[in-house]
Every structure is written in structure tokens, then in C-alpha cells.
């Protein structure tokens, strides 16, 4: 019990809950820029394959910035107020400035090229301060707590925040904005969801500068360095952490893998094709999630016992498999149903209760891959601590970052080009359009087929992933043993 102690730290619950809100900031924007899409055709007269392909040129662009806005967080010596507050309410203000400029301010005042040029720009300032607190929130998550049994709860607060918020904003959605505005996602409607995201993601981030306040100091943000030595982390500490630690590169895999198909799937149009076109009841549809949501959260902390128990690396793997399975169940049920047969999941009987029990299960396992991938990020930050004693929790959020910034704007793409396939080369889907073969085909491949190859994928990483619950065990009595040597735990 005295090694135990001396190895692990443990935060309290509230601090747990509060410090993660910045989660909570964060979703409410992740499910606003899936409307850019809308936005570009919307307020700016964009077609949707140019939207998406604008999309990606803005994320790409911003993702290659993402190292340099690492480098300063991690090479930022913290102060009186520390910089995980300061770096994330920044990161804020900047998302929120430019969603405010796309979806309002410009909305239907520019035109042609001009239009262009300010999509372009917006939504690369857009990602540029998701970035930055995606960075500060990284951090949180890793500081907060190394306990291998704790750590694992730290991601399933993560996953209600991921999964609650966007929840709750659906609702607010389908429920009170969307019929203010006949049903469609037109200006006005999209302006309005702005608005809402914006307030929330300020009072989520309230809430987590509350609780990270007992974090944020330079004692806990720093590297395994002789006493009075402070870290300075440069180029060549990236490059290592990039060839040296193989645990980084195939969590990079799983996540790049898992990450294209959540975006995918979770575009606004590929959303609205399953829940406007095919089941052809929003309202339906968003209860349907908003059920499998709250069912599959039983899921993720059942999911966090788990990863206590065996760890990231063997969750991974079990999860995955079943998520295949469950997916091959779900596109075998839509096609047995048909593009006429899927109205039935919007009314009550059999096929709406078959739907609503995959649809728990698979969102069940997500959260589950959800919880294990933070634990996962986590882990690798603290084996770089271990390998090189540089404490990198920025640089490794940064890769993130990066592919997530680079996966969400080819999502926007391959969403983008799926919907012209089916018809929707000038338009976007909407409720009330007739429901067609294609239409059903297309969309059950990328809600549903694309994530089976990205489960295949994590499949294959988690085989040269060694980051195991025992091997865990030893990087954390290394960094312990490291720390007493250079003099930090006294």
C-alpha cells in the first residue's frame, strides 16, 4: 500500500467532474462545424463538394500549425495562474469569434470568390482554437490522476460530457429550433445554433477553470528534470517522441481509424439522410440516439471497469470486435427493411424496438472505445515521461489535433461527395425527400461500414501497442522512482 502511494495520485470528485467540462466546451462546437456544410450552401452559395473540399484545405492547413501551438504550450513556463486556464479560455474566445463571423456575421453578405476566401478562413480559425483547447483538455486528462484504476473514470466523464452535450443540443435542435424555422437548416436557423453553442461553451469553461485550479501550477506541469533544471522542449524532443515511441504511432493509428468514422457518420448530412430522408421523422430519430446515448453511458462506465481491470490495449481489442459484429446486425436489418420499409423506424412497433436495441449496443460500444482511447493518450504521455523524461502532453495533443483536424475536414469531403452521388450536387438533404436505394446504401456505408474498417484497424494497432495494465504498472513506479531521484518529491 506504501509503494501504491507513493506511485499513484488520486484527484477528488468534484475536481474530476469539473475539470472535464472543458469537454462539455468543446462538443457543443464539434456539433456546430458539422453544419458548415450547410453553412457553405446556406449563407455563402458554396455546392456541397466544393464545401467539402474547402473543408479539408482549411483543416489541413490549420493541422500543420498545430506543432507550433504545442511547442508554446508545452515550452510556456507557467505563472501566477498558471496556462492550462489561460491557453484553453483563448482557444475559446477564438472558435466562438470565428463560428460567430461564419454563421452569423457574413451569413448571406458575401458572394463568389469572397465567399470562398471567408469559409476558408473561418473555419481554419475554427480549428486553430478547437486545437488549443483540445490541448489544454489533453493535459487535463493526464495531470489530473495516474491511478490506473481512477484514470479510466477520468475518460468516462469525458464520454458523458462527449456524448450529453451534443445530446442535449440535438434535442434543442429538433425540438425547439428547427420548428421556428419550418423544419429546414436554413440562415437563420444555423445563426440561431450558433448563439446557443457559443453561451454554453463559455459556461462549461467556467465550470472547469473551477476545477482545475488546484492543477494548474508549475509543480504538476513539468518533465523529470535535476532539481532547479527547467524543461525546454524543442524539435529535435518531437522528433524523438515521433520515431521513438511506438505506442504513439499506434495510437495514432487507432485513433485516425476511429476518428474518420465517427466524423463521417456523425456529419450533418449523412444525419439527415438517415433521420429526414430514410426514417423520415427527426423528432424520432433524435429521441431513437438520445436513448441510445443515455442507455450506452451504463456501457462506458461498465466500459471503465474494465479498462481498470485489463487495460487499454486488451479493451480495445475486445470492443472492437464486438462493434464489427453489432454494425454487420445493423446493415443487415436496414437492407432486410428497405428504403420504403425504414419510415417504420420512425413509428412505434417491432422495427422501431429492433433499431432502438442496435442502436444502444453500438453506441454502448463506442463509448466503451471512447473511454479506452483516452486512457490510451494518457498512457503514452506518461511512458514519454518515463522514455525521456520530457512531459509532452501538448506536442501529443497536437498529433492529435492534427488528425483530427485532417480527418474531420475529409470526412466533410467523403460526406460531401457520398451526398453527390445520391443526387445532392447543389442541395442537401432535408425532410421530406424520397427515399431511394441509393440513398439507404450510401448511408448505411458510412454510418455504418466505414467504422467496421476503422475497428479493423484498431484491431491490427493494438498488436504492436505494448502498453498493457502490467507494463503500465512499471512505467509508473519508473517515473516515481525518477522523480525521487531528481529531487521533485520532496
Not at 506511485?7 to 456546430?32: D, K, N, Q, V, W
Request: proline share 3%; charged share 15%.
Amino acid at each position: 500500500m506504501e509503494a501504491r502511494k507513493n506511485i499513484y495520485h488520486r484527484a477528488s470528485l468534484p475536481a474530476l467532474i469539473l475539470s472535464i467540462a472543458t469537454e462539455g466546451a468543446t462538443m457543443g462546437f464539434y456539433l456546430l462545424i458539422g453544419f458548415a456544410s450547410y453553412a457553405a450552401t446556406q449563407n455563402f452559395g458554396i455546392g456541397t463538394v466544393l464545401a467539402g473540399t474547402l473543408l479539408m484545405v482549411s483543416r489541413i492547413f490549420d493541422g500543420v500549425v498545430d506543432p507550433f501551438i504545442a511547442a508554446l504550450f508545452d515550452r510556456w513556463i507557467p505563472g501566477k495562474h498558471g496556462k492550462i486556464r489561460i491557453f484553453s479560455l483563448a482557444g475559446l474566445t477564438v472558435m466562438s469569434l470565428a463560428d460567430i463571423l461564419l454563421f452569423v456575421v457574413f451569413a448571406g453578405r458575401v458572394q463568389g470568390v469572397a465567399a470562398a476566401v471567408v469559409f476558408v478562413l473561418m473555419n481554419v480559425l475554427h480549428a486553430t482554437g478547437y486545437s488549443m483547447v483540445g490541448i489544454g483538455s489533453s493535459v487535463i486528462q493526464t495531470a489530473i490522476t495516474n491511478d490506473p484504476v481512477q484514470r479510466p473514470f477520468v475518460n468516462f466523464i469525458k464520454v458523458l460530457y462527449s456524448y450529453v452535450v451534443p445530446m442535449s443540443v440535438s434535442t434543442l435542435i429538433s425540438f425547439v429550433i428547427l420548428p421556428r424555422h419550418d423544419n429546414k437548416y436554413n440562415m437563420e436557423c444555423l445563426g440561431e445554433i450558433c448563439i446557443w453553442v457559443v453561451i454554453l461553451g463559455y459556461i462549461f469553461m467556467a465550470l472547469a477553470c473551477i476545477g482545475v485550479r488546484k492543477l494548474d501550477n508549475p509543480q504538476t506541469l513539468k518533465g523529470i528534470k535535476a532539481e532547479g533544471e527547467e524543461q525546454k522542449i524543442g524539435l529535435k524532443d518531437m522528433w524523438s517522441l515521433l520515431k521513438n515511441n511506438k505506442p504513439l504511432r499506434m495510437y495514432i493509428l487507432t485513433g485516425a481509424s476511429d476518428k474518420l468514422a465517427q466524423q463521417v457518420s456523425s456529419q450533418s448530412i449523412i444525419a439527415t439522410m438517415m433521420g429526414g430522408v430514410l426514417i423520415a421523422n427527426f423528432r424520432a430519430s433524435t429521441m431513437i440516439g438520445n436513448m441510445s446515448s443515455i442507455v450506452g453511458m451504463i456501457f462506458a462506465f461498465l466500459g471503465g471497469v474494465y479498462i481498470a481491470k485489463f487495460g487499454a490495449k486488451k479493451a480495445t481489442t475486445v470492443w472492437s470486435w464486438v462493434s464489427i459484429l453489432l454494425n454487420v446486425v445493423m446493415i443487415v436489418f436496414c437492407l432486410i427493411l428497405g428504403p420504403g420499409g425504414m419510415k417504420q423506424i420512425g413509428a412505434l412497433g417491432v422495427p422501431m424496438l429492433i433499431y432502438v436495441v442496435i442502436m444502444i449496443s453500438t453506441t454502448g460500444t463506442r463509448m466503451i472505445l471512447t473511454t479506452s482511447a483516452g486512457t490510451m493518450r494518457s498512457d503514452v504521455i506518461d511512458y514519454e515521461l518515463s522514455r525521456s523524461g520530457n512531459y509532452m502532453p501538448g506536442f501529443v495533443g497536437a498529433v492529435y489535433s492534427f488528425i483530427d483536424n485532417t480527418v474531420s475536414s475529409t470526412a466533410a469531403v467523403i460526406a460531401g461527395f457520398g451526398a453527390a452521388m445520391v443526387g445532392y450536387t447543389s442541395t442537401v438533404p432535408q425532410m421530406g425527400d424520397e427515399a431511394t436505394w441509393p440513398i439507404l446504401l450510401m448511408t448505411l456505408a458510412l454510418m455504418f461500414g466505414l467504422p467496421i474498417v476503422g475497428w479493423l484497424c484498431n484491431i491490427f494497432a493494438m498488436r504492436g501497442y505494448e502498453l498493457s495494465r502490467e507494463r503500465m504498472v512499471e512505467v509508473q513506479t519508473q517515473i516515481a522512482e525518477a522523480k525521487e531521484r531528481s529531487g521533485q518529491n520532496k
